[in-house]
């Protein structure tokens, strides 16, 4: 029997025990356990928090007045949580900086701390030292929350977005822009929720991208574009459909999330080079015109071209591109229309590619000239190593043409459709998310890559959780397989995926002591929030008296400080004897 079939033969996949569990932070509620997650909203300033000058126009609030106005919408902070849990007291936080929504129908509680900068700022306004302060501002506090909120002014929160989504690079937890058309001061307004459902998205999804969440729609944040200034609806990703839809239930398409794929911490690349534009060509553009668009300091330019990526045919204007493109001009070809890619089917085309000029496929305007920015700052690569950056997809800006094989397409599925009488997609979708979870799960228990490589080319992702929440890397963490560990790394697997009991890999490969896991994990960014390490001092108090050495090496590795406040908020020496 192979190692795959002798672990599906077991009943049960291995978890720790459960007196050994320890969650984050959580709380008895009406005979329930509920489990807090943290959230930081980085509130920068925008339409949502405006309120009107008295003369027409709308211009920031009073510094304070948004999270005071927040307190008192019930569905957006829940005092009474608050007051009987010692919140304040919990989070070391005064009531004008900390809220909490009230119980989701998953059991969670999102406690969102509100950072307000000075001063607000319209979006228009905004510059690429903003971005820098914003991702910033996120690694900071990147350890000590499940994820963060942007809240942004609508003009040019596309650009935010997308800058954000390449200066922040190896990111595992959910960064959600969002804003509004109206202030939320208002009778009628789409600010409330806007952020209700941002911080939902932050907090309980693993998502580990930076979205753009707008009018019931969460979107890539480099896939998006203002389309309309009048309605609610005003942001749409005309060339990937959305990351999350919001309904009744909120419906996430795993399918398309860009999961990391290395095994490195997250970092933050505030480098922009801002010698860059874009020009966009129209019938009758002359060559003075473009030669003094292309002159020094520019080193970077967005052509909007015609259709699928056309040109005026002439040789002149082409000579000019041609001579910017030999000094060093990195331009880089994207459509003025909506939707669609840039391609090579025309001669007109074909022209701008012979003189240089880079294809930007099915980028947006706002995601080729952020990211050019931010490759063009890449002092370590060359000419062409950066043109050749341009047309790769850094974190999903722009569509790999390499399709993802489908489960329903693998003769597995196919024969037991046949069995059961299957054959519309939505019955063989179903199969497939029955048994994708168990199947994977029991891959990673078993240790066998191959298992897990077969299951991936027949459509299976390496992130979807089984019955209580534990992921693929959960149970190879646990079992303390090295080198499924590295191979789950490796297809998106993400080190901050809780289960049901709040615990992430990490926790699995600590409570089981597996020293190798535990660095990797470290190593790919994994860490104990702030909470969770203070909730150990406990543990690390019962191993340092029972002489426990290897435990508490292994709380170290995982990044615990060997002086943890105990039960009674003393310090612990960790000098204990040896067992005897």
């Known amino acids: 029997m192979s190692s795959l079939g002798r672990a599906l033969s077991q009943s049960r996949l291995s978890r720790p025990d459960?007196?050994?569990v320890q969650t984050s932070l959580i709380h008895r509620e009406e005979e329930m356990s509920v489990l807090e997650v943290s959230v930081l909203v980085l509130y920068t300033g925008g339409t949502i928090g405006m309120v009107e000058d008295g003369k027409g126009g709308l211009v920031p609030a009073l510094p304070g007045c948004f999270i005071q106005y927040l307190r008192t919408i019930p569905f957006l902070h829940d005092e009474k949580y608050a007051q009987d849990t010692d919140l304040y007291k919990r989070y070391k936080l005064p009531p004008t900086e900390l809220c909490v929504l009230p119980l989701s129908k998953e059991n969670l509680r999102v406690v969102y701390r509100i950072l307000e900068y000075n001063p607000l700022l319209d979006s228009s306004n905004m510059t690429p030292a903003d971005w820098e302060k914003i991702a910033k501002d996120i690694e900071k506090y990147y350890v000590q929350?499940?994820?963060?909120?942007?809240?942004?002014g609508t003009d040019t929160m596309a650009y935010t977005s997308s800058a954000l989504s390449f200066m922040c690079e190896n990111l595992g937890k959910p960064v959600i822009v969002t804003g509004s058309q109206l202030p939320i001061y208002q009778l009628r307004t789409d600010g409330r929720d806007n952020l209700l459902v941002a911080l939902l998205l932050a907090g309980e999804f693993n998502i580990p991208e930076v979205g753009l969440y707008f009018y019931q729609k969460l979107y890539r944040g480099n896939r998006v574009t203002k389309v309309d200034c009048a309605s609610f609806d005003a942001f749409t990703s005309p060339n990937l459909p959305p990351l999350a839809d919001v309904e009744i239930d909120i419906k996430i398409n795993k399918d398309i999330i860009w999961w990391p794929c290395k095994t490195e911490k997250f970092t933050v690349n505030p480098q922009l080079n801002c010698n860059v534009g874009v020009l966009r060509l129209f019938p009758g553009?002359?060559?003075?015109?473009v030669k003094a668009f292309l002159q020094p300091p520019m080193a970077g330019v967005i052509l909007e071209t015609f259709g699928s990526g056309n040109a005026p045919d002439r040789q002149d204007l082409m000579d000019i591109i041609h001579e910017a493109s030999v000094r060093g001009v990195i331009m880089i070809n994207c459509t003025q229309c909506l939707r669609g890619s840039v391609t090579s089917a025309y001669a007109t085309g074909q022209a701008l590619a012979k003189a240089g000029v880079v294809a930007g496929f099915d980028m947006t305007p706002e995601a080729a000239l952020s990211k050019l920015s931010y490759v063009l700052a890449k002092q370590d690569l060359s000419l062409e190593q950066k043109k050749k950056m341009m047309q790769c997809s850094l974190c999903g800006e722009l569509t790999d043409d390499s399709k993802k094989p489908k489960l329903s397409d693998s003769r597995f599925i196919q024969d037991i459709a046949k069995s059961l009488s299957i054959n519309c997609d939505e019955e063989l979708g179903a199969i497939r998310d029955a048994l994708t979870p168990t199947l994977v799960c029991v891959a990673a228990k078993a240790g066998d890559i191959e298992a897990l490589e077969?299951?991936?080319?027949?459509g299976s992702d390496m992130i979807t959780a089984d019955y209580d929440g534990r992921t693929p890397l959960h149970i190879a963490a646990c079992e303390g397989h090295l080198k499924v560990v590295e191979y789950l790394l490796s297809k998106g697997a993400s080190v901050y995926a809780r289960d049901c009991y709040g615990e992430t890999p990490l926790h699995s490969a600590v409570h089981c002591r597996h020293k190798d896991v535990v660095k990797?994990?470290?190593?790919?960014?994994?860490h104990?929030?702030?909470a969770e390490i203070v909730d150990a001092g406990t543990k690390l108090h019962s191993l340092a008296a029972s002489g426990d050495s290897e435990g508490l090496e292994i709380w170290k590795l995982a990044g615990v400080d060997q002086k943890p406040t105990g039960v009674n908020g003393?310090?612990?020496?960790?000098?204990?004897?040896?067992?005897?």
């Open 145 to 152: 929350y499940n994820g963060f909120v942007v809240l942004h």
């Open 285 to 289: 553009i002359t060559n003075e015109t």
């Open 454 to 458: 077969a299951l991936r080319e027949m």
């Open 570 to 580: 003393e310090f612990i020496e960790f000098t204990a004897c040896p067992r005897s």
């Open 528 to 530: 104990f929030s702030p």
């Open 520 to 526: 990797l994990l470290r190593k790919t960014g994994a």
């Open 18 to 20: 459960a007196s050994q």
